[in-house]
């Protein structure tokens, strides 16, 4: 069974940056876009960013763009989000997904999710 397993969420400051892992198992990556998607409370489900495994391509929201970093650990299977210049409304659970195919930013075209893990931006 696919494992994908998030960790690195915390409490920071605003402008303050975190670094989130998705580790992923018995997923064959090659075929796979791994996307990074954050859900607030009463907020619907919202895409930040995708990196297509087999040739590395990336898309971004709007929001995450400039401030957003998503990258890979061949080594490891791991995916990671660089956030920089954190915002109050960054808060959120962050949610790790695979996506048969093309980099998407649409929850409903990914296959795998992982648990999840809270953002909290705050003074």
């Known amino acids: 069974q696919v494992q994908l397993v998030e960790s690195g969420g915390g409490l920071v400051q605003p402008g303050g940056s975190l670094r989130l892992s998705c580790a992923a198992s018995?997923?064959?990556?090659?075929?796979?876009?791994i996307g990074w998607f954050r859900q607030a409370p009463g907020k619907e489900r919202e895409g930040v960013a995708s990196f297509k495994w087999s040739d590395g391509s990336t898309v971004y929201s709007d929001s995450a763009r400039g401030r957003f970093t998503i990258s890979r650990d061949n080594t490891k299977s791991t995916v990671y989000l660089q956030m920089n210049s954190l915002k109050p409304e960054d808060t959120a659970v962050y949610y790790c997904a695979a996506a048969g195919g093309e980099t998407t930013l649409l929850w409903y075209e990914n296959d795998y999710w992982g648990q999840g893990t809270q953002v909290t931006v705050t003074s």
């Open positions: 018995r997923i064959t990556l090659d075929h796979y876009a």
